[in-house]
């Protein structure tokens, strides 16, 4: 009883065996006709065709191996295994020596498991997907270059180098950067310092200088002098008989704040790199064999960047931004030229943010401090007495840079809806110029009303 039952079971799963493999045979079988031009076998790599012929063949071959392999099932059915992508031709032979065909077998990659794979990686993408040759061509539209180059990655495990891509992404592409510089500046200085002098009716004299704005022309018995334009200077003189006695005092107290913005704005499309720069070009004399040849250096603000949209609104940024200035404090003299230095702040960096944030990339607090304190030896300790050859002088220079970035994702918009800065100013007439003095007026429509607006808070170009 139990052995028929196992019979039973046997022979019902050798049955549904048999069943799904005829099922899996039939689906990728190709039938060759005797005299009839046969179809071009396509076989997936490393994947297996069963081709049937209608006439017995007595000799098989196939022109590269490489490509497929070949094995006989019958004397009418033949086992191909795709190898490796490329095109053979397999030939079938009667037992009389007759040609039955010739098979054109194109080998493949197998896109159906790069399909389902692309599906689960990229669930709603409408990526095409198609061979040509030996390799693998992608098309379609993608909504982002961060799932364009994951398709082409996963499109590359299965055709390494071999790898067509049509596709595109959708979406905005286009990026205005915004970048605003600002930089404080802050010193301070106080100077204090007192010179004596005196001198005799036989031109015998002492000077005891301890200030800084007097003039090189100061010794034993001449008078003291001052430089021309110094300020905070005080001289005081009296005789007494043939003695002639001279004090001056050095007071000053100076402060300075300087303010710096920009805000350049620039915009490029995804992957292209943008330059920008607003300022002007330095001439600067360079040696050479021929003679002297005039070299230029730009200074002012430069930008210059390359924005990625990544995913959705997320926004990659490489980014190069400088501030620079002619520093007119430091002059160096070569070959009867005076050239100036520059006052340089730059910075270099990549940073990934979405549409809309701000990100600080840069910042620089620099404080510089001084304190100089000159004497006469052993006089200027004296107390309260000492403080008439002794000067101080104390210098403080503060500084703050900040660079902040803001991208946007942006599209292009018909020419009229922008207002220029030169439309808020219409030029007068010859009689409101003449009679009324006026220089500008005010124009009327839309630029009158730009021009009527309040501009004390931010303001520039608005793009949605």
């Not at 430069?302 to 609104?313: A, H, R, S, W």
């Not at 401090?369 to 309260?384: A, C, K, T």
Request: net charge negative; glycine share 10%.
């Amino acid at each position: 009883m139990s052995m028929n039952i196992l019979l039973k079971a046997g022979l019902l799963a050798a049955a549904l065996g048999t069943t799904a493999l005829c099922s899996a045979v039939s689906a990728e079988t190709l039938r060759v006709m005797q005299g009839s031009v046969s179809a071009p076998l396509k076989v997936p790599m490393n994947r297996a065709v069963v081709v049937e012929s209608e006439t017995p063949f007595a000799e098989l071959s196939i022109a590269n191996p490489g490509i497929a392999d070949i094995s006989t099932l019958s004397d009418r059915s033949i086992y191909v295994l795709g190898k490796t992508p490329g095109r053979t031709t397999m030939t079938l032979f009667a037992a009389d020596g007759t040609l039955i065909s010739n098979v054109d077998v194109h080998v493949t990659p197998d896109i159906a498991e790069f399909k389902e794979r692309l599906q689960q990686i990229l669930p709603g993408e409408p990526i095409e997907v198609r061979t040509a040759n030996d390799g693998i061509v992608l098309s379609g539209t993608v909504s982002s270059s961060a799932k364009l180059d994951r398709a082409l990655d996963l499109a590359e495990r299965y055709a390494p180098e071999r790898v067509s891509n049509l596709m595109s992404v959708g979406g905005t592409q286009q990026v205005m950067l915004k970048v605003r510089f600002a930089e404080m500046q802050r010193s301070v200085a106080k100077n204090l310092g007192v010179s004596l002098a005196a001198q005799g009716g036989s031109q015998i004299g002492i000077a005891a200088e301890t200030g800084t704005w007097l003039s090189e022309g100061n010794g034993i018995g001449q008078p003291i002098t001052v430089d021309p334009g110094v300020r905070g200077a005080l001289g005081l003189g009296f005789t007494a008989g043939s003695v002639q006695f001279a004090v001056l005092l050095e007071a000053l107290e100076s402060k300075g704040v300087v303010r710096t913005l920009a805000e350049p704005n620039l915009t490029a499309l995804s992957g292209q790199e943008a330059k920008f720069l607003g300022g002007g070009e330095y001439p600067i004399p360079v040696l050479t064999s021929d003679g002297v040849v005039i070299d230029y250096k730009p200074f002012g603000v430069e930008l210059n960047f390359t924005p990625t949209v990544v995913d959705g609104d997320i926004i990659n940024l490489q980014l190069n931004a400088a501030v620079s200035s002619i520093d007119t404090t430091v002059t160096i003299e070569a070959g009867g030229f005076s050239i100036n230095a520059f006052k340089r702040r730059e910075t270099s960096t990549t940073v990934e943010m979405r549409d809309g944030e701000s990100f600080a990339v840069a910042g620089l607090l620099q404080d510089d401090f001084r304190n100089l304190n000159s004497q006469l030896p052993w006089v200027g300790d004296v107390p309260i007495l000492g403080a008439l050859f002794r000067s101080a002088d104390f210098q403080r220079n503060q500084s703050e840079l900040v660079i902040i970035i803001t991208p946007h994702l942006v599209t292009p918009t018909k020419g009229d809806v922008y207002a220029l800065p030169t439309d808020r100013i219409k030029l007068p007439t010859e009689r409101e110029f003449f009679l009324n003095g006026d220089v500008a007026q005010r124009p009327r429509g839309a630029a009158g009303e730009v021009a009527r607006q309040d501009f004390s808070s931010s303001y520039g170009y608005v793009m949605e």
